[in-house]
């Protein structure tokens, strides 16, 4: 919070039994043992949770899940947070560019919870996309499909609610980004999205579809 740089490891104050850290493009969440989920960096899209858009560089805010709401597993994309709760459900804040955190248009600075959304194990966020692995080994998205990052067809711009990418099943990890990636239970590694670099694998350094 008062340096351009950290060139050294240093504790985080104010932070005790954390069991997970999600850093994001401007901002780094935190879980603690408790379930409640905390945020420190940049507030002005939203991104920290609060209910402002206030910056807080070095010390960590709580992130105003609803009362009773126990986080188990964090995510995160560019300019937002998510948090999986005890229950499966999935909540969102930030930025919401191209529905990016599933919600309605606009920009959420408190956690919502995304509607049609169960069982989720895991949360990927990409640019302005993110990825749920469900516990049943499928995977949904949402957000721009430019590139078809959100695994959708070419021609489909913008995916403003949670949709399965066909063909991923029995997937066990993910992974978001430009290029994106899925790891089937029997080691199998898909890839899909933007290829310009040659990072979804393919060879030909080309827009690439799933």
Known sequence: GTAYEQTTPTVVAGLEETIAVEPSNTSTYFLEANGTVWAIGNGGRGQLGTGGTEASPSTPVRVALPEGVRAVALGEAKDEG???????????????????????????????????????????????????????????????????????????????????????????????????????????????????????????ETTAVY
């Open 82 to 204: 998510f948090a999986i709760d005890s229950t499966g459900h999935v909540w969102a804040w930030g930025l919401n560019e191209e529905h990016s955190a599933c919600l309605s248009a606009g920009k959420h600075l408190t956690p919502e919870e995304i509607p049609g959304l169960s069982e989720v194990e895991e949360v990927s966020g990409g640019t302005i996309h993110v990825l749920f692995r469900l516990r049943n080994g499928t995977v949904e998205a949402c957000g721009s499909n430019l590139d078809s990052m959100s695994g959708q067809p070419e021609g489909v711009h913008e995916v403003t609610t949670p949709t399965p990418i066909a063909g991923l099943e029995y997937i066990v990890e993910i992974s978001g980004g430009y290029g994106n990636g899925a790891i089937t239970a029997t080691g199998e590694l898909l890839t899909w999205g933007l290829d310009e670099h040659g990072q979804a694998c393919t060879g030909s």
